[in-house]
């Protein structure tokens, strides 16, 4: 629908009319004309398309045509104007007598204005789409991106904090905007052109511009919501810079308006042109997507020793063929918690893309890592700050997964789904991520969080009880829960075949446990069964949401034990967690359980090779013992994985 | 798509389980058997259901089924029980010679629970509504409906703000929520039903439950968000209460859910039942909907007087047969605009109506009458008290109306649209509503506002310039804009035909202007061209947002003139505003224009006569001169109009 726009006309003058092609001037006749006027007749140039509402028979052919208070001449213009005022208009008035009583002359400029954004997402902006104030997503969906430019393109704070443009790198990081006029060099005198955006999208988004010494200039942020121009080239590119995620208060859609004013006080807008950017959400990586770089904590230099489980973790790496970054004891200042420092997602554009770590507010020894080492020129980086009563452990990242793709009876999430834990919803005295946290994943919208009960355990981490590894079969992957029920049996079945004599932990540094002792351990067995139950409602709630059967997950025998803290009694893995794995494509690197040994093999290792190699899977028992496990964390928790993007475009979600 | 519970078989023991009707068992047999078992069998009784997933072939004639990893059986009921564990299944265990090993035994104890609402919209709770957990708009839509409790039926609070139910009626403003269970009388040792909401959706609504002594107490609520049930009884009621409407950080949804839990440390739910509520909508009344009462200030004992306005605001009601209320000097204290301090509107759910007055922040001496006087039985109040420096006048609510029903493109708005006044966008030093009150009308949703330009006004409210007036044909209704050049033509007219000497303001105590002087004051005339101007595009904007044709609107004589104030210069009308009226079915009250007379006729009377009596419309001018005109207001300004609310029901809309 074109742009309506009301003029009037001053009988006796010329005046001079600044018209945008693509709108229509509506002009009541009859609202200025002397009273006694009765007939009226226009003219027009050949450039200027007219026609006159309620009339239908051809006007044209009349020059002296009755004027009533409904007498509605209509005008556009299909191009714009070689010059100044060549559309000419001219309505004469007459009265009873069809005596020329009054005329008046109009002067049309016709100019075309269109702020343009790559609304089809090719990443090209082209020109005047007809979606580009709208947001559609799928396929067939339009609507253009922006990213929250949350690299360090120069210096040391990401670029998202910066009102300047570092770099000249920065700019692919911004989305382009395209300011495209066409007509006379000028604007009449008095007119401005003016970009302008709302004060709560200001908050979200930034706009530069190249100044004529080749610098860059802000020219649209938080109070600084209009730039007027007077002059303009035949385009003029301005590059949008996204500030923030989508959240609880900011829906992630930006609008910037650009609007013609006409001279007066206040200048009143005669012609408006809109886009509208959606802001890329954070995107998290399952296991099944191909690893690209290992992190892992040394602790040279340290008291105790993690040599060989770095050694574990180097030869696992080589035969996986991604890289490995081992995070100096300087560095890590002692703390091992990789896993639980941060979280790799990233963010993307069809013209762009890059990694965006998710610091946790956990702020351990670990805390500035991820902003020191990590962040860099397209390397972003985010984090909050939730009120320091609010952070607990798990708030930590070991409770943040994320599942492969699923379709959930019809629904589809191509990106899969968040996975986080807290306490049962009626508990209102237990654990959970801040509200923050939780705030900010939901608000990504594409992987729809599910919350877990984790809170049973001690650390209270989701990486406790679950791992995702890939499948050659069925949905393409595997959901693998710790299962204390799977350990006992195959106790029960070392007992039956007279090796309840095996011993647990006979080669590393704890109290070494025969199964026939552990057996016996009615307590154990007992509080086994409770953790067995917390577990199976988190496997109903997974089967539920991500619609997964029972041939889709795999029990992998994990034994708990209650340990006392300040806060009370807690789970804790008995032996190694073997749910706590890593997982680089095929390869999984799994905590050495160091259970009872039939003919000198572990048979946990041995349980745990018979349930995921035929699945296509290589496990790589790394020892951990000593320096992570009796620390109440596994393989899993002591690393981090950057992994490739989805190949799926967020954008093509169906929603 | 049933609840799925996992369940672990305990060998050599008879167990106890809880089953909820319309869930699944989900047992794996293999998990917890001897590794030594090879074959097993089950036998239920005849009340329960059962089925061994990977089986095709007849299982049951079958004693010995081989034991596999995957031997998983599935169980259910389809009733209640009518003893504890009166539903059977016997697990047996065989070696692989085929002689027993272990048995288990399951004592099923089936019980129906379902939380339930009136989610098909028709006032009347029902069982078990497969939509109870979801909200869809639409006439073929679904989902319960809450009323924000902001009446006050006992005391001088809003119930909203009480935690108690101060009388029997104050129930019927809340929304019947029944717990229905069947089964044994008693819940087996330890299990508790647990009806529990979010933190968040508890500062929305609140739930209360009759006591055995008659009283009603208050369940849940904001930090009181579970409450548990050892026993139960076949219906148990609960009403819940809303407590506030949808805002920017509110969306309006409220769900809450009952849990059985097992016991354990912590408990574990085994079944959930979730209902939602969706809060009913604040909904404004536009000028086509039939008076129900009209509100007037009386001047009484004051200097200056009324009476005169008093008077023809009697004879207007009194024609019309709604009722009138004039409110006494001693509550009014002086202050005359109440249409100014507050909006009427209702909230609407299927089981109960009322009508609910938004008190405006202005809080001048009116500010106590719309909480001491209206608020009541069936009488709701709400306000928000946005920071001192955002309200300016546009803040009253003489800016905010509403149009009747409207089609746009494809989209109906049953319930009309908002239309409130403020800046242009562009405009960062402009006034506007305060965002509270903005993001309070946007988050009703069903009225989507509009604004427009209204800050060129002294004043500032979109009632100086426009009204909306029922009609027979067309859309329903016109919309009436204040047009200076209609008012200029009008003049020139007379001119023309001699009467130029004729007078505005004969009879009323103010400068007296010849219409020949008048049409001489260039200044004047160029100040309306502007004044024009600003009419047009917000002419323009509301042809757009409402799809209105030119034959939709009718253009009122009425001129500007600009004023002097502290802040600076800006528009008051010039004579009273004709367009400022009380619109009361087909009689308007207008205010009398004392304008140039012929024949002793004012011919701005004669002309708005014209204009509107062809509608089926009756114009009833009332003398608002000293009181009211010269205060910068109207009729319009100095009334207010309690309508009846839609037939259209909101949930109806669709979205």
Request: include cysteine.
């Amino acid at each position: 629908m074109p742009q309506n726009r009301t003029l009037t006309v001053d009988y006796g003058r010329t005046t001079d009319v600044l018209y945008v092609v693509g709108t229509q001037l509506t002009i009541n006749l009859y609202r200025t004309a002397l009273p006694s006027a009765k007939f009226f007749s226009v003219v027009c140039s050949d450039n200027v398309e007219n026609n006159l509402s309620h009339i239908t028979w051809p006007w044209w052919f009349d020059n002296y045509l009755p004027l009533k208070d409904d007498s509605v001449l209509l005008l556009s213009m299909s191009s714009a104007s070689k010059e100044q005022g060549d559309g000419k208009v001219k309505i004469q008035l007459f009265d009873d007598k069809r005596k020329l009583m009054a005329s008046a002359e109009l002067l049309l400029t016709a100019i075309e204005i269109s702020l343009d954004v790559d609304a089809d997402r090719d990443g090209v902006v082209e020109k005047n789409n007809p979606n580009k104030a709208s947001w559609k997503w799928g396929p067939e969906g339009h609507g253009a991106i922006l990213l929250v430019n949350c690299d360090s393109d120069s210096g040391k704070r990401p670029d998202n904090e910066k009102t300047y443009v570092g770099t000249e790198e920065d700019l692919k990081d911004m989305s382009q905007m395209v300011l495209r006029t066409a007509g006379p060099k000028e604007l009449p005198k008095g007119h401005t052109l003016k970009l302008h955006m709302s004060a709560h999208e200001a908050e979200a988004a930034q706009v530069f511009t190249k100044k004529q010494n080749g610098d860059y200039s802000l020219i649209l942020a938080s109070g600084k919501l209009s730039r007027g121009f007077s002059k303009y080239t035949k385009e003029m590119t301005f590059y949008v810079s996204g500030l923030k995620f989508a959240d609880n208060d900011f829906s992630g859609l930006v609008r910037i308006h650009i609007s013609l004013l006409q001279p007066g006080t206040p200048e009143t807008p005669i012609f408006t042109d809109t886009v509208q950017f959606k802001m890329a959400p954070w995107i998290m990586t399952p296991n099944v997507q191909a690893p690209l770089k290992v992190f892992v904590c040394s602790s040279a230099d340290s008291s105790s020793d993690n040599a060989n489980f770095i050694d574990g973790m180097k030869k696992l790496v080589q035969k996986v063929g991604c890289e490995l970054q081992i995070i100096t004891r300087e560095v890590n200042r002692g703390d091992r918690w990789i896993q639980d420092e941060m979280e790799f997602g990233y963010i993307q554009a069809p013209h762009k893309s890059f990694p965006v770590i998710f610091d946790s507010p956990r702020d351990r020894d670990l805390d500035n890592f991820p902003y020191n080492e990590l962040m860099g020129p397209d390397f972003g980086y985010v984090t909050f700050k939730p009120p320091r009563d609010e952070v607990n452990s798990l708030e930590s990242f070991g409770n943040l997964e994320v599942s492969p793709p699923v379709t959930v009876r019809g629904k589809s999430y191509p990106l899969g789904r968040i996975v986080i834990g807290g306490a049962f919803p009626f508990k209102t005295d237990g654990r959970n991520m801040s509200s923050a946290t939780r705030n900010f994943l939901r608000a990504q919208v594409v992987q729809e969080p599910i919350v877990l009960f984790s809170d049973w355990l001690a650390v209270g981490h989701v990486d406790e009880f679950l791992s995702f590894v890939p499948a050659k079969d069925r949905k393409g992957f595997r959901l693998l829960l710790a299962s204390p029920h799977a350990a006992y049996k195959l106790l029960q079945g070392l007992q039956e075949t007279g090796h309840g004599q095996a011993k647990f932990f006979e080669d590393v540094p704890d109290v070494k446990v025969t199964v026939d002792e552990l057996l016996t351990n009615e307590t154990l067995h007992d509080e086994n069964d409770y953790y067995q139950r917390c577990i199976d409602w988190n496997r109903d709630r997974l089967k539920n949401e991500l619609d997964l059967d029972e041939d889709d997950i795999v029990d992998i025998p994990v034994l708990y034990k209650s340990a006392e803290f300040k806060t009370g009694k807690a789970a804790v893995s008995f032996y190694p967690d073997t749910v706590n794995m890593i997982v680089l494509g095929k390869n999984l690197g799994i905590a050495k359980p160091f259970g009872p040994k039939v003919d000198g093999k572990c048979v946990v290792e041995k349980e745990v090779v018979r349930l995921l190699e035929p699945l296509g899977l290589m496990c790589n028992f790394i020892d951990d013992f000593t320096f992570y496990h009796l620390n109440l964390g596994d393989v899993h928790c002591g690393s981090n994985v950057r992994r490739k993007a989805f190949n799926f475009k967020w954008w093509e979600m169906e929603m």
